[in-house]
C-alpha cells in the first residue's frame, strides 16, 4: 500500500538550467507584449506563464521525481481551476448569443 | 448484551515501533510515513491556495473579456521594467530555496542556513519593492474608492476595477509573502539551532513547495497585470 | 479477535483516560475532538432550531403579527447561516468522520491531530462571532449574501457574518485535509481501497468537496467583504461589475456544499443498511464510484442555481444537462441499499428506521430536484416554498435522518453504553411524521405559488401553513427525545458491548468505548470488509 518516494536528489545543474530558462522567459514575456500579435498576445503571454509555472512544479518542487499520487493532486488542481475558469466563461461567452426582446 | 466481535475479518500482529526517532508522532508507524503525510498534506493545501486564488483569476479574465479598453490603458500605468526585476527577484528567492531544500537534504547546515537567509533577503526586496510600487500608486490617486482616479484611461469609469484586481491580487498574493517571511524566520532559528538533519528537514520541504507555488502565483500575476497589450510603447 | 478483554474493574478508554477540562480542551485525540465538535454541533442545531421556531410561528398567520418584516428577513437569515455553515457542514464528518474514520481504518488517530484539534477551535470561533452578530445585530441578505443586497443596501452587519462563515471554512478545509492524507497514508496493513467502509469513500468524497470547493467560497466572501467595506466594484453594477458574478462564485461552493452535507449521510446509510439487513452491500464498487462521481460532477451543476439571473440560457441548458447526468450516481445508491435489503432478513432497530427515513425522503428530495433541473418548471418555480420544500427534503430529511442514524448507531460505540431502542423507535417515528407534515405542504404551497421569504402571505395559504408549523412542533419534539435517552443511556444505559449490532467494520473490533490508541495492535486486514459468514446476529432489545 505505502507508494515510497525513492528520495532524489537533483543535481544543482538541473537547478541552474530551470532558473536561467524562468530568468529568460521573464524578459521574452515583457518584451513580447510590445509585438502586435492582435488577440494573440494574451494566449502567448499565458502559455509562457503555463512553461513557467510547469517547470517551477516538476523541478523546484520535485514533482517529476515525486510519486503518483502527487502527480494526481497536481492535476486534479489544475482540473478543478479549469472547472471553475472554463465554466463561467462558458456563461460570459455565450451571453449576448440570445437576444432581449424589445430590445 | 453478549460483545461477540467478529474475528474473520483480521488477524493480528504486534504493532512494530520503529527504533526512537526523537520526530516521529506516537501515531506514526516509521518515518516514511510521516514524511509522506506531511507532503500530501502539503500538497492538497496547496490546492486549496489554488482555488482561493482561482476567484480572484476568474473575476479578473470576466472584467478583462468586458471592458478590453480600460484594462489596457490601466494596465500601461503599471511599471514593467520593475515588474520584470521584481519577477526576476522572486525567481532568484524561489532558486535559493530550492537550494536551501538541497542542501537540506545533504545535511549540510551552514549552506541551508545561508539559503534560507538568502530567500528570507530576496523576499524582502520584492515586498520592498512592492511597497514602492503601492506608494506610487497611492500618489498618483489609482488606489480604488473615493478619490480613485485614472489620468487619460480611456474607458476610465472601469478602470477602477483594473486596479480593485490588481490591489487584491498583488494584496494576496503579498500576504501569502509577509506569511512565509515569517515562517522562514522560524526555519532559520531552527536551522541553526541544528533542528534538521539529512533525515529529518520535513519543515524546510514543506515551506519550499509554499514559497514556490507563491512564486507561481506571481509567475501568473505579472503578464496578466503589467503586460497588456504594450505594443507601441517602449518597453523600458 | 482483538480485545478479548475480561472486564476486571474499569477498563481504560479514551473517556476515562484523562480528567479534567484541561484534558478536553487540548486533547489530540480524535475521539475526544469528535466529542467536543458533538457537544457544540448540537449547541448550533438547537440555535438554529430556534430560530426555525420563530419563523413557523411568525407562519401560523397571514398577518405579520409576531415579526415584523426585517426581523423576519433577520431570523430566516440566521437559521439559514447557522444550519448550514455551523451545523450542517461540521455534522456528520467532524463527529462521526472524526471519531470514526481512524477506527475504520485501523489507524491510530488522523494524520495530523493537532491540525484536527485546532480545526474545532477555528469552527468554534466562527461559530460563536456568527451567533453573536446573527442575535445581537443580525443580517437580512438570506445565507446566499447576493450582491448587490449584501454589499450596497443591507443594513445588517454583512461583514461580520461573512467573517464567521469564512472563518468557519477554513475549519472544514482543515478537516478535509486531514480525512484525505489519513485515508491515504494510514490505512492498516491489507486493508486495499476496496477493503475500505463505504462510510469512508463517503468521507473522502466529501473531504475533496471540502478541498476543492471551500477556498473559492472563502475568496469570494473575501472579496465581498472588500466590496462591502470600500466599494471598489468587484460586483457592483455601479463599476461595471457583475452580480452574476457573486452568483457564480458563490454556487461554485454552496452546490457543491450540499453534497458535504449528503455524502456522509449516505455512507452512514451503507454502514447502517448492510449490518441490519447482515448482507454485503449490493454493487460495493458501484456505491463507493458513485461517492466519487458525485463529488467530481456536482462541481459542474451550480449553474442551475442562476436560471432566473442573466445567465446565458445556453449555459443554463448545458448546466441543466449536466444536473441529469448528477442524478444517476444519487440513483445508483437508492437502487443499491434496496437491492442490498431485497430478500435481507432486515432488523428494524432505531438506526435501520431512520436509515429507511432517509432513503425515503431523500428519494422525494432529489426528484423534486429534477422538477427544479428543468429550466422552464424552475421559472415557475423560483424562489417558492416549493425550492424550500425540495433542499429540505435533502437536508433534514436527508442529511439529518442520516446523522441521527449513525449517531443511534455508533452511539454504544462512542459511548460504550445502549440506549433505550422503544423510545428511539418513538422518536424516529415522530421525526418522520413531525417531517412529512412540516414540509410536503410546503410542496403545495409553492406549486400554488407562495413566494419564499415573505413574513405575510394570502389567507388561503394559512390552513397549509398551520399545518406546517404544526409538523414543525411535532418535528422537534422528535429531536427533542434522542438528547433525553441519550443523556439518560450515559449514566443507566446496559452496557453495549464491542460488537452489539453484529457489524463487521473495524471500529467494531476494538473495545467500547475503544481505547486512546483504538487498537491493543495494529489490525491486519485479511479478508474484504463486508464478510458476514462468521458473525453471529445479535438479539436487540
Given at each position: 500500500?505505502?507508494?515510497?518516494?525513492?528520495?532524489?536528489?537533483?543535481?544543482?545543474?538541473?537547478?541552474?538550467?530551470?532558473?536561467?530558462?524562468?530568468?529568460?522567459?521573464?524578459?521574452?514575456?515583457?518584451?513580447?507584449?510590445?509585438?502586435?500579435?492582435?488577440?494573440?498576445?494574451?494566449?502567448?503571454?499565458?502559455?509562457?506563464?503555463?512553461?513557467?509555472?510547469?517547470?517551477?512544479?516538476?523541478?523546484?518542487?520535485?514533482?517529476?521525481?515525486?510519486?503518483?499520487?502527487?502527480?494526481?493532486?497536481?492535476?486534479?488542481?489544475?482540473?478543478?481551476?479549469?472547472?471553475?475558469?472554463?465554466?463561467?466563461?462558458?456563461?460570459?461567452?455565450?451571453?449576448?448569443?440570445?437576444?432581449?426582446?424589445?430590445? | 448484551?453478549?460483545?461477540?466481535?467478529?474475528?474473520?475479518?483480521?488477524?493480528?500482529?504486534?504493532?512494530?515501533?520503529?527504533?526512537?526517532?526523537?520526530?516521529?508522532?506516537?501515531?506514526?508507524?516509521?518515518?516514511?510515513?510521516?514524511?509522506?503525510?506531511?507532503?500530501?498534506?502539503?500538497?492538497?493545501?496547496?490546492?486549496?491556495?489554488?482555488?482561493?486564488?482561482?476567484?480572484?483569476?476568474?473575476?479578473?479574465?470576466?472584467?478583462?473579456?468586458?471592458?478590453?479598453?480600460?484594462?489596457?490603458?490601466?494596465?500601461?500605468?503599471?511599471?514593467?521594467?520593475?515588474?520584470?526585476?521584481?519577477?526576476?527577484?522572486?525567481?532568484?528567492?524561489?532558486?535559493?530555496?530550492?537550494?536551501?531544500?538541497?542542501?537540506?537534504?545533504?545535511?549540510?547546515?551552514?549552506?541551508?542556513?545561508?539559503?534560507?537567509?538568502?530567500?528570507?533577503?530576496?523576499?524582502?526586496?520584492?515586498?520592498?519593492?512592492?511597497?514602492?510600487?503601492?506608494?506610487?500608486?497611492?500618489?498618483?490617486?489609482?488606489?480604488?474608492?473615493?478619490?480613485?482616479?485614472?489620468?487619460?484611461?480611456?474607458?476610465?469609469?472601469?478602470?477602477?476595477?483594473?486596479?480593485?484586481?490588481?490591489?487584491?491580487?498583488?494584496?494576496?498574493?503579498?500576504?501569502?509573502?509577509?506569511?512565509?517571511?515569517?515562517?522562514?524566520?522560524?526555519?532559520?532559528?531552527?536551522?541553526?539551532?541544528?533542528?534538521?538533519?539529512?533525515?529529518?528537514?520535513?519543515?524546510?520541504?514543506?515551506?519550499?513547495?509554499?514559497?514556490?507555488?507563491?512564486?507561481?502565483?506571481?509567475?501568473?500575476?505579472?503578464?496578466?497585470?503589467?503586460?497588456?497589450?504594450?505594443?507601441?510603447?517602449?518597453?523600458? | 479477535?482483538?480485545?478479548?478483554?475480561?472486564?476486571?474493574?474499569?477498563?481504560?478508554?479514551?473517556?476515562?483516560?484523562?480528567?479534567?477540562?484541561?484534558?478536553?480542551?487540548?486533547?489530540?485525540?480524535?475521539?475526544?475532538?469528535?466529542?467536543?465538535?458533538?457537544?457544540?454541533?448540537?449547541?448550533?442545531?438547537?440555535?438554529?432550531?430556534?430560530?426555525?421556531?420563530?419563523?413557523?410561528?411568525?407562519?401560523?398567520?397571514?398577518?405579520?403579527?409576531?415579526?415584523?418584516?426585517?426581523?423576519?428577513?433577520?431570523?430566516?437569515?440566521?437559521?439559514?447561516?447557522?444550519?448550514?455553515?455551523?451545523?450542517?457542514?461540521?455534522?456528520?464528518?467532524?463527529?462521526?468522520?472524526?471519531?470514526?474514520?481512524?477506527?475504520?481504518?485501523?489507524?491510530?488517530?488522523?494524520?495530523?491531530?493537532?491540525?484536527?484539534?485546532?480545526?474545532?477551535?477555528?469552527?468554534?470561533?466562527?461559530?460563536?462571532?456568527?451567533?453573536?452578530?446573527?442575535?445581537?445585530?443580525?443580517?437580512?441578505?438570506?445565507?446566499?449574501?447576493?450582491?448587490?443586497?449584501?454589499?450596497?443596501?443591507?443594513?445588517?452587519?454583512?461583514?461580520?457574518?461573512?467573517?464567521?462563515?469564512?472563518?468557519?471554512?477554513?475549519?472544514?478545509?482543515?478537516?478535509?485535509?486531514?480525512?484525505?492524507?489519513?485515508?491515504?497514508?494510514?490505512?492498516?496493513?491489507?486493508?486495499?481501497?476496496?477493503?475500505?467502509?463505504?462510510?469512508?469513500?463517503?468521507?473522502?468524497?466529501?473531504?475533496?468537496?471540502?478541498?476543492?470547493?471551500?477556498?473559492?467560497?472563502?475568496?469570494?466572501?473575501?472579496?465581498?467583504?472588500?466590496?462591502?467595506?470600500?466599494?471598489?466594484?468587484?460586483?457592483?453594477?455601479?463599476?461595471?461589475?457583475?452580480?452574476?458574478?457573486?452568483?457564480?462564485?458563490?454556487?461554485?461552493?454552496?452546490?457543491?456544499?450540499?453534497?458535504?452535507?449528503?455524502?456522509?449521510?449516505?455512507?452512514?446509510?451503507?454502514?447502517?443498511?448492510?449490518?441490519?439487513?447482515?448482507?454485503?452491500?449490493?454493487?460495493?464498487?458501484?456505491?463507493?464510484?458513485?461517492?466519487?462521481?458525485?463529488?467530481?460532477?456536482?462541481?459542474?451543476?451550480?449553474?442551475?442555481?442562476?436560471?432566473?439571473?442573466?445567465?446565458?440560457?445556453?449555459?443554463?441548458?448545458?448546466?441543466?444537462?449536466?444536473?441529469?447526468?448528477?442524478?444517476?450516481?444519487?440513483?445508483?445508491?437508492?437502487?443499491?441499499?434496496?437491492?442490498?435489503?431485497?430478500?435481507?432478513?432486515?432488523?428494524?432497530?432505531?438506526?435501520?428506521?431512520?436509515?429507511?427515513?432517509?432513503?425515503?425522503?431523500?428519494?422525494?428530495g432529489g426528484l423534486t430536484g429534477l422538477f427544479l433541473a428543468a429550466m422552464g418548471l424552475d421559472v415557475h418555480v423560483t424562489d417558492t416554498y416549493f425550492v424550500v420544500a425540495h433542499f429540505h427534503y435533502v437536508m433534514v430529511g436527508g442529511a439529518i435522518m442520516g446523522y441521527m442514524a449513525g449517531l443511534h448507531y455508533w452511539w454504544p460505540k462512542i459511548t460504550g453504553r445502549m440506549y433505550s431502542q422503544l423510545w428511539a423507535k418513538?422518536?424516529?417515528?415522530?421525526?418522520?411524521?413531525?417531517?412529512?407534515?412540516?414540509?410536503?405542504?410546503?410542496?403545495?404551497?409553492?406549486?400554488?405559488?407562495?413566494?419564499?421569504?415573505?413574513?405575510?402571505?394570502?389567507?388561503?395559504?394559512?390552513?397549509?401553513?398551520?399545518?406546517?408549523?404544526?409538523?414543525?412542533?411535532?418535528?422537534?419534539?422528535?429531536?427533542?427525545?434522542?438528547?433525553?435517552?441519550?443523556?439518560?443511556?450515559?449514566?443507566?444505559?446496559?452496557?453495549?458491548?464491542?460488537?452489539?449490532?453484529?457489524?463487521?467494520?473495524?471500529?467494531?473490533?476494538?473495545?467500547?468505548?475503544?481505547?486512546?490508541?483504538?487498537?491493543?495492535?495494529?489490525?491486519?486486514?485479511?479478508?474484504?470488509?463486508?464478510?458476514?459468514?462468521?458473525?453471529?446476529?445479535?438479539?436487540?432489545?
Amino acid at each position: 500500500m505505502q507508494e515510497h518516494s525513492e528520495h532524489h536528489i537533483v543535481p544543482k545543474r538541473v537547478y541552474a538550467l530551470v532558473f536561467t530558462t524562468l530568468i529568460i522567459m521573464t524578459w521574452v514575456t515583457a518584451w513580447i507584449s510590445t509585438v502586435d500579435l492582435g488577440p494573440m498576445n494574451i494566449w502567448v503571454a499565458l502559455s509562457i506563464a503555463v512553461f513557467k509555472a510547469s517547470i517551477v512544479v516538476l523541478f523546484f518542487m520535485h514533482v517529476k521525481y515525486g510519486t503518483r499520487l502527487t502527480k494526481m493532486i497536481v492535476c486534479s488542481g489544475i482540473l478543478w481551476l479549469m472547472f471553475l475558469l472554463f465554466v463561467t466563461m462558458g456563461d460570459m461567452w455565450t451571453r449576448g448569443w440570445m437576444g432581449v426582446p424589445g430590445r | 448484551m453478549s460483545s461477540h466481535a467478529a474475528s474473520s475479518h483480521t488477524s493480528a500482529v504486534v504493532g512494530h515501533e520503529a527504533a526512537h526517532d526523537p520526530n516521529l508522532k506516537h501515531h506514526f508507524e516509521n518515518a516514511d510515513q510521516q514524511k509522506e503525510s506531511a507532503s500530501i498534506g502539503m500538497w492538497v493545501f496547496l490546492l486549496t491556495e489554488l482555488m482561493f486564488f482561482g476567484g480572484l483569476f476568474l473575476a479578473y479574465f470576466v472584467y478583462r473579456q468586458w471592458y478590453p479598453a480600460a484594462f489596457i490603458s490601466a494596465s500601461n500605468k503599471t511599471d514593467v521594467l520593475i515588474g520584470a526585476i521584481n519577477t526576476t527577484v522572486l525567481i532568484c528567492s524561489s532558486l535559493t530555496m530550492a537550494l536551501a531544500v538541497h542542501y537540506a537534504s545533504l545535511g549540510k547546515k551552514q549552506l541551508l542556513v545561508f539559503f534560507l537567509i538568502a530567500t528570507l533577503l530576496l523576499g524582502g526586496i520584492f515586498l520592498g519593492v512592492k511597497g514602492y510600487e503601492y506608494h506610487d500608486k497611492w500618489v498618483h490617486h489609482e488606489i480604488p474608492g473615493e478619490h480613485f482616479e485614472c489620468e487619460g484611461c480611456q474607458d476610465a469609469g472601469h478602470a477602477q476595477l483594473f486596479f480593485s484586481l490588481y490591489f487584491g491580487m498583488t494584496g494576496l498574493h503579498a500576504s501569502h509573502m509577509i506569511i512565509g517571511f515569517g515562517i522562514l524566520l522560524v526555519l532559520i532559528f531552527q536551522a541553526n539551532r541544528g533542528d534538521f538533519t539529512a533525515k529529518w528537514y520535513t519543515p524546510v520541504e514543506m515551506f519550499g513547495l509554499y514559497w514556490h507555488f507563491v512564486d507561481i502565483v506571481w509567475i501568473f500575476l505579472f503578464p496578466l497585470l503589467y503586460l497588456i497589450d504594450r505594443v507601441g510603447r517602449p518597453l523600458l | 479477535m482483538i480485545a478479548a478483554t475480561v472486564p476486571v474493574k474499569e477498563e481504560k478508554n479514551y473517556m476515562n483516560a484523562e480528567h479534567g477540562l484541561k484534558s478536553w480542551l487540548l486533547t489530540q485525540d480524535h475521539k475526544r475532538i469528535a466529542l467536543l465538535y458533538l457537544l457544540s454541533v448540537t449547541v448550533f442545531f438547537i440555535v438554529g432550531g430556534l430560530f426555525a421556531a420563530l419563523i413557523r410561528l411568525e407562519l401560523t398567520t397571514p398577518a405579520g403579527d409576531l415579526l415584523d418584516s426585517n426581523t423576519y428577513n433577520k431570523v430566516f437569515t440566521a437559521h439559514g447561516v447557522v444550519m448550514i455553515f455551523f451545523f450542517l457542514i461540521p455534522s456528520i464528518p467532524a463527529i462521526l468522520g472524526n471519531f470514526l474514520l481512524p477506527l475504520m481504518i485501523g489507524a491510530k488517530d488522523l494524520a495530523f491531530p493537532r491540525i484536527n484539534l485546532l480545526s474545532w477551535y477555528v469552527y468554534m470561533l466562527g461559530g460563536t462571532l456568527g451567533v453573536v452578530v446573527l442575535a445581537t445585530g443580525g443580517v437580512d441578505t438570506g445565507w446566499t449574501f447576493y450582491t448587490p443586497l449584501s454589499t450596497t443596501y443591507s443594513n445588517g452587519y454583512v461583514v461580520l457574518t461573512a467573517m464567521a462563515a469564512f472563518v468557519a471554512g477554513f475549519s472544514s478545509i482543515l478537516t478535509g485535509l486531514n480525512f484525505i492524507v489519513t485515508v491515504h497514508r494510514m490505512r492498516a496493513p491489507g486493508l486495499t481501497w476496496f477493503r475500505l467502509p463505504l462510510f469512508v469513500w463517503a468521507h473522502y468524497a466529501t473531504s475533496v468537496i471540502m478541498i476543492l470547493g471551500t477556498p473559492v467560497i472563502a475568496v469570494t466572501l473575501f472579496m465581498l467583504m472588500l466590496e462591502r467595506g470600500l466599494h471598489i466594484g468587484f460586483f457592483d453594477p455601479a463599476y461595471g461589475g457583475d452580480p452574476v458574478l457573486f452568483q457564480h462564485l458563490f454556487w461554485f461552493y454552496s452546490h457543491p456544499a450540499v453534497y458535504i452535507m449528503i455524502l456522509p449521510s449516505m455512507g452512514v446509510i451503507s454502514e447502517v443498511v448492510s449490518t441490519f439487513c447482515s448482507k454485503k452491500p449490493f454493487g460495493y464498487t458501484f456505491i463507493a464510484f458513485s461517492s466519487v462521481a458525485i463529488a467530481v460532477f456536482g462541481f459542474l451543476v451550480w449553474g442551475h442555481h442562476l436560471y432566473v439571473s442573466s445567465q446565458s440560457a445556453y449555459a443554463g441548458m448545458v448546466f441543466s444537462i449536466l444536473t441529469y447526468i448528477l442524478a444517476i450516481p444519487s440513483a445508483i445508491k437508492i437502487f443499491n441499499w434496496a437491492a442490498t435489503m431485497y430478500k435481507g432478513q432486515v432488523r428494524l432497530t432505531a438506526p435501520m428506521l431512520y436509515a429507511l427515513g432517509f432513503i425515503g425522503l431523500f428519494t422525494v428530495g432529489g426528484l423534486t430536484g429534477l422538477f427544479l433541473a428543468a429550466m422552464g418548471l424552475d421559472v415557475h418555480v423560483t424562489d417558492t416554498y416549493f425550492v424550500v420544500a425540495h433542499f429540505h427534503y435533502v437536508m433534514v430529511g436527508g442529511a439529518i435522518m442520516g446523522y441521527m442514524a449513525g449517531l443511534h448507531y455508533w452511539w454504544p460505540k462512542i459511548t460504550g453504553r445502549m440506549y433505550s431502542q422503544l423510545w428511539a423507535k418513538v422518536a424516529c417515528c415522530l421525526v418522520f411524521i413531525g417531517f412529512n407534515l412540516t414540509f410536503f405542504p410546503q410542496f403545495v404551497l409553492g406549486y400554488l405559488g407562495m413566494p419564499r421569504r415573505y413574513h405575510v402571505y394570502p389567507v388561503e395559504f394559512q390552513v397549509l401553513n398551520v399545518l406546517s408549523s404544526g409538523g414543525a412542533a411535532v418535528l422537534g419534539l422528535g429531536y427533542l427525545i434522542p438528547g433525553v435517552y441519550f443523556l439518560w443511556s450515559l449514566k443507566y444505559g446496559a452496557k453495549a458491548g464491542d460488537n452489539p449490532w453484529g457489524a463487521t467494520t473495524l471500529e467494531w473490533q476494538t473495545s467500547s468505548p475503544p481505547p486512546t490508541a483504538n487498537f491493543e495492535v495494529t489490525p491486519v486486514v485479511t479478508t474484504e470488509v463486508y464478510d458476514y459468514s462468521n458473525t453471529e446476529v445479535p438479539h436487540i432489545v
